[in-house]
């Protein structure tokens, strides 16, 4: 079994600075710290886009400190807040396909994780053109031909959620990505999005998909006409995806919750306690 992490959007900007009333760089740490406390066994953490929130190279030198303290390889991709050229100068390391598009492959236990760029200059739309198309097309091929589980990651959606206001800027060409992943052999096991804030679940044309809140900030659930929603506060959270042969199966965690923890068998209403409770006095009785 793979263990995989799913953190996305964290909006950093440049240290010190606020967006939406809270703090990005925080927020990222405590998400980080949660993670290597909680989690240090997985195999690794993906990260789906906006990491930053303007593209700033400081921005970047915040991501890259918090991401070396994993005890895990993280793969970053790039989001429509995010810069190209900034990105790749914080972390040369990371793949691109011949085109210059950050655009890689992670062979791991569980199958092949395919990273998409959907990242185009000047909106914040999701674009995914045909130089694109065809890295993914051949990559899908490959893993088809070699008999590898595929699984998708990527900053926009390819179909609707209807949250009118993140419709109008999911992937521009998301009939030819639907043609393209509905047409391949290859088998696709879950597409991993960001961009829209919300923890989201579904199978879409077969394909299973999720998202989940960002890290710093969330859009508001307004499934109504508007074509303008709000920002919120409510909790971010990360996603444990747990992967095999046989089953995807992922749990979210509100890494800042600091409620309490309840030993339900202490609670004196609950069944267990009242069973013991019972337990207790027919035995002082004999």
Known sequence: ???????????????????????????????????????????????????????????????????????????????????????????PETGTDPNGFVQYRVDTAAGRFLMLDTVQEGTHAGWYDAERQAWLKAELNVAAAEDQPVYLFAHHPPFQIHIRMMDMIRLV????????????????????????????????RGIPFSTLYG???????????????????????????????????????????DGPVIDHRSDPNTDHAKREAGRAQVAARM
């Open 1 to 91: 079994m793979t263990k995989l992490i799913h953190l996305t959007d964290p909006h950093l900007m440049p240290p010190g600075e606020a967006l939406y009333g809270l703090d990005p760089e925080a927020r990222l740490t405590a998400a980080i710290s949660h993670i290597s406390a909680f989690h240090g066994d997985a195999d690794c953490l993906v990260l789906t886009g906006d990491l930053t929130h303007w593209g700033d190279a400081a921005a970047y030198a915040i991501l890259k400190r918090e991401l070396a303290r994993l005890p895990f390889p993280a793969y970053p991709l790039i989001g429509n807040h995010d810069q190209r050229p900034a990105f790749l100068a914080a972390f």
């Open 173 to 204: 060409q998301w009939r030819e990505v639907t043609a393209l992943l509905t047409e391949t052999r290859a088998d696709i096991r879950h597409y991993f999005f960001g961009h829209v804030h919300r923890p989201i679940s579904g199978c879409w």
């Open 215 to 257: 890290t710093n900030h969330q859009v508001a659930l307004d499934l109504g006409p508007a074509e303008h929603t709000h920002m919120t506060h409510e909790a971010p959270s990360y996603n444990v995806a747990l992967l095999s042969d046989e089953l995807t199966v992922i749990h979210t965690c509100p890494f800042t919750y």
